[in-house]
């Protein structure tokens, strides 16, 4: 590939990966925020997936604090507008790593690993809800598995942090 070919890609994924961030705040900001209302608290936790880890403690306490509503409401944030966002911040991590380690492509699979990991944690967060709506209840296998894969989405989250600090300096 010559010089000015590089150049130009370079610059072209230094574009995406902009504009890839530009998206990633809007989306927060004008998508993500307003369509979680619905199911947020004005105390505790109001997302699953924003601690390290959880307990079958936790997962009941955050089911029992919200109405049939609000737990609806939030499986539909999981279905939908969660796993648009775990595209976008995929594609602005990945882009920003590309452009950062020309060379070590294959470091952008963290952060892919990492969406795939938020879609399976959110996927067990839907059978923890439907579950506890059609029993009141629910088990602590699929609590441990949601928890584990939680786990490993943060262990790999801070990874991909660690990649693009790396890459900085």
Do not use: H
Not at 77 to 94: G, N, R, V
Not at 119 to 137: D, Q
Not at 157 to 163: G, K, R
Request: proline residues 1%.
């Amino acid at each position: 590939m010559t010089t000015a070919t590089q150049v130009s890609r370079n610059k072209n994924i230094l574009y995406f990966a902009i504009g890839s961030t530009v998206a990633f705040m809007l989306y927060i900001t004008f998508v993500l925020t307003p369509v979680g209302a619905c199911f947020n608290l004005d105390s505790g936790s109001n997302s699953l997936g924003l601690s390290f880890s959880y307990t079958k403690d936790m997962v009941l306490s955050f089911f029992e604090s919200r109405s049939q509503e609000q737990l609806k409401c939030y499986s539909q944030f999981l279905q939908i507008w969660d796993a648009i966002f775990a595209i976008i911040y995929t594609l602005m991590y990945a882009s920003w790593i590309v452009w950062l380690f020309n060379n070590k492509r294959w470091l952008a699979l963290i952060p892919i690993l990492g969406m795939v990991s938020d879609w399976s944690e959110n996927y067990i967060e839907l059978i923890m809800i439907k579950t506890y709506s059609n029993a009141g209840a629910i088990g602590e296998t699929i609590v441990s598995i949601g928890s584990g894969i939680n786990s490993f989405k943060w262990v790999l989250s801070s990874l991909t942090y660690l990649i693009i600090l790396i890459g900085i300096i």
